[in-house]
Nanobody, 128 residues
Framework: QVQLVESGGDSVQAGGSLKLSCTVSGDSASRYCTAWFRQIPGKERDMVAVIKGWSLNSWYPDSMKGRFTISLDKDKNMVFLQLNNLKPEDTGMYYC?????????????????????WGQGTQVTVST
């Protein structure tokens, strides 16, 4: 099972950008679906983006398309989330999560319950 450590969270003004990092250890990220989730206190974790390790195909919920970009650096074994044009409603704890791919044709889950490994989270705060 992989271990995940997030970093890069910060306090920024609306319109700003951040790049979050998820360092993967214990196995190759290429063998996993790796996702970013966002959680606001008192609410469930919502998926922001997911990337399929071996193919580098990514998927975003409709509400997240356009401003966020997920990427995987296979050499560094790290997954990144680029956040652009940040808005106050993007404030929350951002978590990295991973689930191993059973086969090359496996699809990645879009819900938090579909992931086995989680990081501790990194806080993003966007002010007006």
């Amino acid at each position: 099972q992989v271990q995940l450590v997030e970093s890069g969270g910060d306090s920024v003004q609306a319109g700003g950008s951040l790049k979050l990092s998820c360092t993967v250890s214990g196995d190759s990220a290429s063998r996993y679906c790796t996702a970013w989730f966002r959680q606001i206190p008192g609410k469930e974790r919502d998926m922001v983006a997911v990337i399929k390790g071996w193919s580098l195909n990514s998927w975003y919920p409709d509400s997240m398309k356009g401003r966020f970009t997920i990427s995987l650096d296979k050499d560094k074994n790290m997954v990144f989330l680029q956040l652009n044009n940040l808005k106050p409603e993007d404030t929350g704890m951002y978590y990295c999560a991973a689930r191993p791919l059973r086969t090359l044709s496996s699809t990645c889950s879009t819900t938090a319950s579909g992931y086995y490994s989680w990081g501790q989270g990194t806080q993003v705060t966007v002010s007006t």
